[in-house]
C-alpha cells in the first residue's frame, strides 16, 4: 500500500486505528498476529471447533446475563420466573431457547475439538498444558449443564438431579457427604437450587473465564499444531494461510453461520427436538410419581447407561461403584495422555490411538443403546 | 408329641386345601361341591357374598349339615328346600327383613327391601294377581352368585344393571301382555345417560334404578318427574317450575322433563330444539299466531344461542390454532373455560323459557369469547411474526456471509500476490 | 478497469457494512426488547395473593368469591366458624364451576347437583373425585393461597 501524504487525507478508520496504535502499539500485535500461520491441509476444517465453542459460551455468558434479569432461584419462584420469562417477556421464549441450544451444541462442539485434538496427536509436546486446560473445561461444560438443568425446578429437572446426584452416593466413604453438600440435604430441594444457581452463574463461570484465557494464550503462544505427516515433508511442500487476517475472518464466519443455525434452531424448536428437549411442562412436585423415562441429557447418556448395564457385583466390589471407578481410571489416563504418549511411531502411540477410538465407540454405542434399546 | 404336632399339620394344610367355604361339618357344601360342575350351586356359592360372609346353605335352605344322607336332611323339620318362584321375597326377607339378624352382618344394609319390593310393579303383581312372570329378588340378583352392587362383576352394578333389567324388558315375547314396550333398554343405550354410564364408565350417570328406584321399581309418574330428573337437574327443574310452562303443563297433564326430552332415549339437547322452525320443539305447540309471545320469545332465545356456540366455536378454532403452533396460551385457556361456563349456564336459562334469562348470559359471553378469539389470533401473528423475524435474520447474515467470503477470497488474493 | 473495479469494491464494502449493522441489528433489537420490563412486573409465585380482602367475601351474598390460579379457577369462602378454606372451583365430573351454598353449608355443583362438603370432599350427586384442596394463609389484609403439597 503506497503510503499517504497528510493525516487529512485518511479515512475515520485510519486515524482511529494511528490514535490506539500510538498508545497500545498496535503495530507490534499485528505483526504478531500477521507472521502466524495456520497449516492448510485436508483437516483443517476440524481447527475451527476450537473457535466454535468459544463463540457458543460468548452467547451462553450473553444470554445467560440477560436470564439472570427475570430468574429467581428458589423453590417456589424458580418454575414461576422461567415461565414468566417464556410467557410474558418478550422475547424471553427466544433467550432461553438459544440459551439451551446453544449449551447444547457447545457440548457437542467441545466434544468434537478434544476428539480430533486427540486423534491427531496435537496433545504432545508442547501443548501437554493446552491439553489439561482443555479437559478442565470440558468438565467445567459439564458441570454447567448438569446445573443449568435443575434451573427451571420443572419435572423432567427435577428426577434427573435426584438420580445424578444419587449416583454419587455410591462412592465409597465420603459418597454420602458428597451428596448431602451436592444436595445441600439429603433430599433434592430449593436448598439444592440455590447451591445449582450459585454454582452456575458464579462459581463455574470464574474458574472457566481463568481457564479459557489460559487455553487461549497457550494456543496464541503455541500456534497450531501441524498434522504428524507434515514433519518429514520439505518446508515448500507445506501450505499455510495466515492467522490474521485469513483465519480469524474465517474464524468469524463460521461463527456468523453458527448464529444463523441457532437462530433457526430457537425459532423453529424453542423447546428442543428428539431427545435433545427441555419443555418446561410442570412444576417439580417431590411427592409425585416419577415420570416413567428419566433421562439424563443426552452429553451423560453413556455414562448413565453403562452404570445401569453393570450387574449388581463385579469382582467383589458394587457394580456402580466398579464403574465409577473404571470412569475416573479412564479419565485419568486420558487427561494425562500427553504425558504418556510422547514418542512419535512405535507400538505405544499406536495403544494411545486405540485407546481414542474404543473411547470413541464406548460412547457412541454407550448412547444408542441408550435411547434406542430402552 | 411330634406325631400329633405332625398330625395337626397334615390336618390343617388338607383343610386349606379343601377351601374354607367346605369346612369340614357342612356335609351339603362338600358333597354338592363334588358331584356339581362350574356352573352349579354349590361352586357358584364360593363367590356370592352370603358365602363370603361364612353364612352355609342350611341358612337359606334349612336342614342338618353334619348329616351324611340327603334324604335324611330332608326329613329335618327347619328343611326349607328350594322356594317357588312367588315364594322367593319372603324366603330372602326372613333374614333381610330382620333388623336385629341382618345387623350382625351389615348394619348399614336397610331392611326395608319386601316392603319396597311390594309397592313396587313388580310386587304387586305377584302378590296380588300371582304372576310368576314378574321379577323376584334373584330375577336381578342371581341365585347362588349374589353381589353387592358395588362390586364391578355384580349384576346390580350399575354399568350391568342395563342389562339385568334388560333381560325380561328387551325380550319380546316374554313382556308380551304387559303393553310396555321392549325398546327401553335400546333407547337408554344411546341415551345421554346411556353413552355417560356404559362407554364412558360415568358411575355419576342415572342407570335404570336412579329413575325408577330399585326394590320398588315403578315408573315416575307425571307429578314426581320434576323431582326424579330435578335430583341432579335441580336448575332445571327449579327454573321450569317458576316458568310460564309449569301451569300450561299440568293444566293438560304433560310430563314437565319428557314432554321435550323423551323418556328413555334421552339425547343430548340440540340447541335447534329451540326455535321458531318446524323441527324445533317449541313449534309442536307454538305457533306464530298462536296469541301468545312464546313464538317471538323462542326465536330470540334460539338466535342468542347460535350467536353464543358461533363466537365459542370460532374462539375455540383459534385457540386451539394457537395451542398447536405451541404459543403459550394459558391465560386464553383459563378465559376460553368461562366462555364454556357461559354457554351451559345460557343453555341451563332456556328452562325459564324468557328471552331475558338466556341473554342475561349469552351478551357476556359473547363478549369473552370475542377476546379469546382476538388475543389468540394475536398470538398467531406472533408466531408468524417470529417465523418472518428469523426470514429477516437470516438474510442479513446469509447476506454478510457471502459479502464476507468475497473479502476473505480478495485479502487473500492480495496477500499472495 | 480500475474505476470499475474500484467501485465494485466499494460497492462490497457497502454490503458489507450494511450486513454487519443489519446483522447487529438482528441480535440487538430482541435484546432490547427483552430488557423492557413487560406490564406483569415479575414472575407471580406459586403462592397467590388474592386481590381482594376478606370484607370483599364477607360482602359477597354467598360468602365466596373465584380466582384464576394458573390455568385453573379457585373458590374460596367463609364458612360458618369464619374461617377461609379454598378449593379449586372446577367440578370433578364435567367441569362444570361450583359455588359456596352458605345456606347448605356445602359446595355444590349446578350442573348435577353434586355436592361437596367444606373440604371439598364429594358427598352426593355425580361426582367421582374430591376438588384439590389450596391452603390459605392469612396476615393482615392480604390472603395467601397456594396448593397443599408444593
Redesign the interface.
Known amino acids: 500500500m503506497p503510503a499517504n501524504g497528510t493525516d487529512a487525507k485518511l479515512g475515520f478508520y485510519d486515524r482511529a486505528y494511528a490514535w490506539l496504535n500510538e498508545r497500545f502499539k498496535i503495530d507490534a500485535l499485528v505483526e504478531y498476529m500477521g507472521d502466524k500461520k495456520v497449516p492448510v491441509h485436508g483437516h483443517s476444517a476440524f481447527y475451527y471447533f476450537g473457535g466454535i465453542s468459544l463463540f457458543l459460551f460468548i452467547v451462553q455468558v450473553i444470554t445467560g446475563i440477560l436470564l439472570l434479569m427475570y430468574y429467581r432461584p428458589g423453590a417456589d419462584t424458580a418454575y414461576e420466573s422461567v415461565r414468566f420469562i417464556v410467557s410474558n417477556v418478550q422475547f424471553g421464549w427466544l433467550v432461553r431457547s438459544i440459551h439451551s441450544w446453544s449449551a447444547n451444541l457447545m457440548i457437542l462442539a467441545v466434544f468434537i475439538h478434544m476428539f480430533t485434538v486427540y486423534f491427531t496427536y496435537a496433545y504432545r509436546k508442547p501443548r501437554e498444558l493446552t491439553w489439561l486446560t482443555g479437559i478442565g473445561l470440558l468438565g467445567l461444560s459439564l458441570m454447567f449443564g448438569f446445573s443449568g438443568y435443575l434451573l427451571p425446578w420443572n419435572e423432567l429437572a427435577f428426577f434427573a438431579t435426584r438420580v445424578g446426584t444419587g449416583m454419587a452416593g455410591a462412592i465409597p466413604v465420603i459418597g454420602r457427604d458428597i451428596l448431602v453438600i451436592m444436595r445441600g440435604g439429603e433430599e433434592v430441594t430449593g436448598a439444592t437450587i440455590g447451591r445449582f444457581f450459585g454454582l452456575h452463574v458464579a462459581i463455574l463461570p470464574g474458574i472457566f473465564t481463568v481457564l479459557l484465557a489460559a487455553h487461549l494464550i497457550f494456543i496464541q503462544r503455541q500456534g497450531m499444531s501441524e498434522p504428524l505427516h507434515w514433519h518429514d515433508r520439505a518446508e515448500t511442500d507445506k501450505k499455510y494461510q495466515r492467522f490474521f487476517p485469513s483465519f480469524l475472518l474465517r474464524d468469524l464466519l463460521v461463527w456468523l453461520i453458527v448464529l444463523n443455525v441457532l437462530a433457526i434452531l430457537a425459532v423453529l424448536f424453542p423447546d428442543g427436538i428428539g431427545v435433545v428437549h427441555w419443555p418446561l411442562g410442570t412444576k417439580a412436585d417431590p411427592f409425585a410419581p416419577p415420570p416413567e423415562v428419566i433421562r439424563p441429557e443426552w452429553y451423560f447418556m453413556f455414562a448413565f447407561q453403562a452404570l445401569k448395564m453393570l450387574p449388581a457385583h463385579v469382582l467383589f466390589i458394587e457394580g456402580e461403584l466398579f464403574g465409577i471407578l473404571v470412569f475416573t481410571v479412564g479419565g485419568v489416563i486420558w487427561a494425562l495422555v500427553p504425558f504418556l504418549d510422547r514418542k512419535t511411531g512405535g507400538q505405544k502411540a499406536r495403544y494411545y490411538m486405540a485407546f481414542g477410538w474404543l473411547v470413541l465407540a464406548f460412547i457412541i454405542v454407550m448412547t444408542v443403546i441408550g435411547y434406542v434399546l430402552e | 408329641m411330634f406325631s400329633r404336632v405332625l398330625a395337626v399339620s397334615i390336618m390343617i394344610v388338607a383343610l386349606s386345601l379343601v377351601g374354607l367355604p367346605a369346612l369340614a361339618a357342612d356335609n351339603c357344601q362338600t358333597c354338592h361341591f363334588e358331584f356339581e360342575d362350574e356352573d352349579g350351586a354349590s361352586h357358584k356359592f364360593v363367590r356370592d357374598i352370603h358365602g363370603q360372609k361364612g353364612l352355609g346353605c342350611v341358612d337359606c335352605h334349612g336342614g342338618d349339615p353334619s348329616l351324611d344322607d340327603m334324604d335324611e336332611v330332608r326329613r329335618e323339620k327347619d328343611y326349607r328346600g328350594v322356594p317357588s318362584h312367588l315364594e322367593v321375597p319372603r324366603f330372602c326377607a326372613r333374614c333381610h327383613s330382620d333388623a336385629a339378624y341382618m345387623h350382625e352382618y351389615n348394619p348399614s344394609l336397610p331392611t326395608d327391601q319386601l316392603e319396597k319390593y311390594k309397592t313396587s310393579v313388580h310386587g304387586q303383581r305377584l302378590f296380588n294377581n300371582r304372576d310368576d312372570k314378574v321379577a323376584n329378588c334373584i330375577s336381578c340378583h342371581t341365585v347362588h352368585e349374589i353381589g353387592d352392587a358395588k362390586m364391578p362383576h355384580s349384576s346390580t352394578h350399575p354399568v350391568n344393571l342395563i342389562a339385568t333389567c334388560g333381560k325380561c324388558h328387551s325380550d319380546a315375547d316374554y313382556m308380551a301382555g304387559y303393553g310396555i314396550g321392549t325398546g327401553q333398554v335400546d333407547d337408554y343405550v344411546v341415551s345421554v345417560h346411556g353413552v355417560a354410564l356404559l362407554e364412558r364408565n ?4 342415572p342407570a335404570c334404578n336412579d329413575c325408577h328406584g330399585n326394590h320398588g321399581a315403578a315408573p315416575p309418574g307425571v307429578t314426581s318427574l320434576s323431582a326424579v330428573c ?6 332445571e327443574a327449579g327454573l321450569f317450575n317458576t316458568s310460564p310452562h309449569e301451569p300450561a303443563f299440568a293444566a293438560n297433564d304433560f310430563p314437565m322433563c319428557e314432554t321435550c326430552h323423551s323418556n328413555h332415549k334421552i339425547l343430548k339437547p340440540d340447541d335447534s330444539m329451540v326455535g321458531t322452525h318446524h323441527e324445533a320443539v317449541c313449534a309442536e305447540c307454538h305457533a306464530s299466531d298462536d296469541g301468545t309471545r312464546a313464538f317471538a320469545i323462542a326465536g330470540t332465545i334460539s338466535e342468542a344461542l347460535s350467536r353464543l356456540v358461533t363466537a365459542h366455536g370460532q374462539a375455540g378454532e383459534v385457540l386451539s390454532e394457537a395451542i398447536e403452533k ?1 404459543m ?1 396460551t ?2 386464553e ?2 378465559r376460553f ?1 368461562e366462555v ?2 357461559a354457554l ?1 349456564q345460557a343453555r ?1 336459562m332456556v328452562h325459564a323459557f324468557d328471552a331475558d334469562s338466556v341473554l342475561s348470559r349469552t351478551g357476556p359471553g359473547i363478549l369473552k369469547a370475542d377476546s379469546v378469539r382476538v388475543n389468540s389470533a394475536a398470538l398467531i401473528d406472533e408466531y408468524h411474526f ?2 418472518k ?2 426470514g ?3 438474510l ?6 457471502v ?6 477470497r ?3 488474493r492480495g ?1 499472495n500476490e | 478497469m480500475a474505476p470499475i473495479k474500484s467501485s465494485r469494491r466499494g460497492f462490497l464494502e457497502v454490503i458489507l457494512g450494511g450486513g454487519v449493522l443489519a446483522t447487529l441489528g438482528a441480535v440487538v433489537y430482541p435484546v432490547i426488547r427483552y430488557i423492557i420490563p413487560p406490564a406483569a412486573g415479575e414472575a407471580k409465585l406459586s403462592q397467590l395473593k388474592l386481590p381482594f380482602t376478606r370484607a370483599d367475601i364477607e360482602a359477597d351474598p354467598k360468602k365466596a368469591k373465584y380466582f384464576k390460579y394458573g390455568r385453573n379457577l379457585g373458590i374460596i369462602y367463609l364458612t360458618e366458624k369464619n374461617e377461609l378454606r379454598a378449593l379449586a372451583a372446577t367440578c370433578t365430573h364435567l367441569d362444570c364451576t361450583v359455588q359456596h351454598r352458605p345456606d347448605l353449608g356445602i359446595i355444590w355443583c349446578s350442573c348435577h347437583n353434586g355436592r361437596y362438603d367444606l373440604d371439598g370432599n364429594n358427598i352426593s350427586g355425580p361426582p367421582p373425585r374430591p376438588l384439590e384442596r389450596y391452603a390459605v394463609k392469612e396476615t393482615d389484609d392480604v390472603i395467601l393461597v397456594s396448593r397443599e403439597n408444593a
Open positions: 360415568d358411575l355419576g350417570a330435578g335430583n341432579c337437574h335441580a336448575i405451541g403459550m394459558t391465560d385457556e383459563f373455560k364454556d361456563q351451559i341451563t417470529r417465523r423475524g428469523l429477516f435474520a437470516t442479513f447474515i446469509t447476506i454478510l456471509v459479502a464476507l467470503y468475497i473479502k476473505i480478495r485479502i487473500d496477500l
